[in-house]
């Protein structure tokens, strides 16, 4: 089955600066690599996805970009605010069930 | 569109009892997900089921642990003889069916148990 890996674990950065977070996926017949954030205490949210026939998705600070060759995609994030501060989860689909990576914790510190 | 429900939000234990965790997917949604996540750990896969159907249960501990979604009403997630290692928070997800929607995850707010 798929098996997703996300780096890094945690991620601190200063307000402002960018932030880059990377996932590896395992099995080339995934199609589709959502991102998701992750609030303290609160509910993973879809912030951004791609499907494997776009190799970039942006969406004013945010953009993900896919490697299928590779087989990694990652997030960036630009101009970093302490709002963005929160656990950040990749995942990849192939069939209808993602799986997601283990999670990276971005602090945006002022 | 009331979104994912989930209830209980907060379901406290001891071990051995029972645990019944309810999901209603949002409006339209034929699909429902559950995931674990264990304290300052990730979303673990669980099961996949559509309305009287079990589709993927791979993520499911073999023993005291059911799920279900039936024609009418919630699906539900059971956890028999609970043991402390089950506590974590527990989340449903829905999707739509087909379409440009097909996959995209919609979670509701979770379900925290803990095994006393």
């Known amino acids: 089955g798929e098996n997703v890996e996300q780096h890094p674990s945690t991620l601190s950065v200063q307000e402002g600066d960018s932030a880059v977070i990377k996932c590896t996926y395992s099995d080339s017949a995934s199609n589709y690599f959502p991102w998701y954030k992750q609030e303290l205490g609160k509910r993973p949210q879809l912030i951004i996805d791609i499907r494997s026939n776009v190799g970039e998705k942006k969406d004013q600070r945010i953009a993900v970009t896919l490697n299928k060759t590779a087989k990694h995609f990652s997030l960036h994030i630009t101009e970093t605010q302490p709002e963005d501060s929160a656990v950040y989860f990749c995942a990849a689909s192939s069939t209808d069930k993602l799986i997601f990576g283990t999670g990276t914790r971005l602090q945006v510190f002022p | 569109n009331a979104g994912v429900m989930q209830n209980p939000r907060h379901l406290v234990r001891r071990r051995g009892q029972e645990a019944r965790l309810r999901c209603s997917p949002m409006k339209g949604h034929s699909h429902v997900y559950w995931y674990r996540q264990l304290p300052e750990e990730g979303l673990k896969f669980m099961v996949y089921?559509?309305?009287?159907?079990?589709?993927?249960e791979s993520g499911m501990p073999k023993e005291r642990f059911s799920a279900e979604f039936p024609k009418e009403g919630p699906s539900i997630l059971r956890i028999q003889q609970v043991v402390r290692g089950d506590s974590a928070a527990y989340f449903c997800?829905?999707?739509?069916?087909?379409?440009?929607?097909?996959?995209?995850?919609?979670f509701g707010a979770g379900s925290r148990l803990t095994v006393l």
């Open positions: 997800a829905s999707s739509p069916t087909t379409g440009s929607g097909a996959n995209v995850l919609t």
């Open positions: 089921l559509q309305k009287e159907n079990i589709i993927d």
